[in-house]
């Protein structure tokens, strides 16, 4: 499989969703301009929809994104059917596939509220579980999950871009060679994978992992084409007061209170359509 694969897999999933109930509008857009600072906690943007409903996007992702605004003026958007919005996500431009992602997840929260479902409360940050046994691997930096593991005693690899980043201490190995996947039995990845086009090519190097975990606030899409690759679990971010959770991304202020972590599991997941029973 190719990464425009699983670009297409889940835009075939919202595509699903409007063939059977027409979602709502596009109501705003969210674009901040990216300012990666590694002192700062990353920022998001967002797609709102016209009864709430959320999604976020990554907004430091690289200078693909740089003035996304004056591209993609947020009035032009207001309005626009979601799916229509959600078709950005198969352009081949990171800006693009940025709204696309968001607008699929607000896409995703909508239908799961049409069908009375809500995803499971998160045990913790990370959705994952681990025996003592356990080689850990991660795709991004997950710096207190890192610290708790080491402390535990247990080995972790890093995949890291960075060269400058690449090091290794006892326990632990950061290094931008994938292979080094291959040998970890549980695997923790960012969602950021499945707006960059890294993702089918990463997974490739889990094979042999119990456990594969995306997280991370924008895995708030429909599941189901990361379950079809091996995928364990998804780990998001709800917005539960969408507006002040927004209004905060726009001011710099904590937004995670307007918000709540779920972790749905491949084994556990009602499928699609999710029931209101389930």
């Known amino acids: 499989m190719t990464e425009q694969h699983f670009r297409a897999d889940l835009f075939h999933e919202a595509a699903r969703v409007a063939a059977r109930v027409t979602p709502p509008p596009v109501r705003r857009v969210f674009m901040p301009e990216p300012q990666p ?105 997950f710096q207190p999950l890192i610290e708790r593991l080491l402390a535990d005693q247990r080995p972790v690899v890093v995949l890291e871009r960075k060269p400058h980043l690449w090091r290794e201490a006892p326990g632990l190995r950061v290094t931008g060679d994938p292979m080094a996947l291959s040998d970890c039995s549980v695997v923790l990845a960012t969602a950021t994978m499945c707006l960059n086009d ?48 927004i209004a905060a991304l726009a001011t710099g202020q904590p937004w995670k209170p307007y918000a709540r972590r779920f972790v749905i599991e491949r084994a556990y997941y009602p499928g699609f359509p999710p029931t209101a029973s389930a």
């Open 37 to 141: 600072d590694p002192a700062r906690d990353p920022e998001f943007g967002a797609v709102q929809l016209a009864d709430g409903s959320a999604g976020l996007y990554y907004a430091w992702l690289g200078e693909g994104q740089q003035g996304m605004a004056q591209r993609f003026p947020p009035a032009t958007l207001e309005g626009l059917p979601a799916l229509e919005l959600a078709r950005y996500f198969l352009r081949e431009d990171e800006a693009s596939r940025s709204l696309g992602l968001a607008a699929i997840n607000a896409m995703t929260t909508w239908w799961w509220r049409h069908h009375g479902y809500v995803p499971p409360v998160a045990r913790d940050a990370f959705g994952a579980s681990f025996a003592q046994t356990d080689r850990v691997g991660m795709v991004g930096n």
């Open 198 to 245: 890294s993702l089918e090519t990463t997974l490739a190097y889990c094979r042999a992992a119990r456990e594969i975990a995306i997280i991370g606030p924008t895995a708030g899409f429909f599941p189901g084409p990361l379950f079809a690759r091996g995928v364990s679990s998804m780990g998001g971010m709800w917005l539960e007061d969408a507006d002040a959770a």
